[in-house]
């Protein structure tokens, strides 16, 4: 069976797939995109399994299942909101932000924590500290790597959203995960997910073995960016035994529900 698989070019995500993708006995269709087209790829059905963000796949439980491993959700990993000059976390709801997509879950997270911002404006994830820097926003909502570039770059934190949840709830920071069609027989998904298990089990203990696949993704991010990156959002949590995970991801979709009702 071919199966199209959607995945995006963060370090987390080939590492995690790179010894999968060498090894599976599924013939794979591949494709790389980033977070946000992966969302409009799956609200429009056309990816078998994807990498997707949990805001969006609290959209379309009908149609897809997640996979319990390949998860990116931990401590400390949030989305954070910066910007080019001070500002302070009471100044947010009046200002123009960019956002990494309306369908990624960082804005979900900007939504609970802070429902009367409305100016909001869609940039890719990597142009975000650009805009904030050019002055076409007053912040920025970042992600991935930006964690790890936007002080060099001169910007300066407002607030960790990540942070915030994380207080709240008591819970690690859901971002995205794994999700396969349910058009896929059950039998193949179970297959999927236990090679991809075997896949990140595989990456921990051999880290290096999948460092030219990351690389040729991430060409113009330095290794020590691309290990910072990959140590943040691939954990234990991503391995899929730990009940948190579904905890947390329950209750971002209870959250969402709520918000929609509103």
């Not at 794994?178 to 179970?190: G, N």
């Amino acid at each position: 069976m071919k199966l199209k698989l959607a995945i995006s070019s963060c370090p987390n995500d080939t590492f995690m797939f790179d010894h999968f993708l060498k090894h599976t006995n599924f013939e794979i269709d591949l494709l790389i995109e980033d977070i946000e087209s992966l969302n409009k790829l799956a609200r429009l059905g056309e990816t078998d399994i994807t990498k997707l963000s949990y805001h969006t796949y609290a959209k379309l439980t009908e149609s897809y299942n997640l996979l319990n491993a390949g998860g990116a959700l931990g401590e400390n990993c949030g989305p954070i909101l910066v910007s080019k000059h001070k500002a302070y976390s009471d100044e947010i709801s009046d200002m123009k932000i960019a956002i990494p997509g309306e369908m990624t879950t960082a804005n979900l997270l900007l939504d609970i924590f802070y429902p009367k911002v409305k100016n909001k404006q869609v940039y890719v994830f990597s142009d975000i500290e650009d805009a904030v820097l050019d002055g076409e926003c007053d912040a920025g909502l970042i992600i991935h790597e930006s964690r790890f570039t936007y002080e060099k770059k001169g910007l300066n934190k407002i607030i960790d959203i990540g942070e915030l949840w994380e207080s709240r709830y008591h819970l690690p920071t859901p971002l995205g995960g794994i999700a396969i069609h349910k058009r896929v027989p059950k039998t193949i998904a179970t297959q999927i997910d236990t090679e991809l298990r075997e896949s990140i089990i595989h990456a921990f203990e051999h880290p290096d073995d999948a460092m030219p696949f990351i690389r040729k993704h991430a060409q113009e991010m330095e290794d020590s960016v691309m290990k910072k990156h990959i140590a943040l959002y691939v954990n234990h949590y991503s391995i899929g035994d730990d009940p948190t995970v579904k905890q947390a991801i329950n209750k971002l979709i209870e959250l969402h529900n709520q918000s929609i009702s509103i």
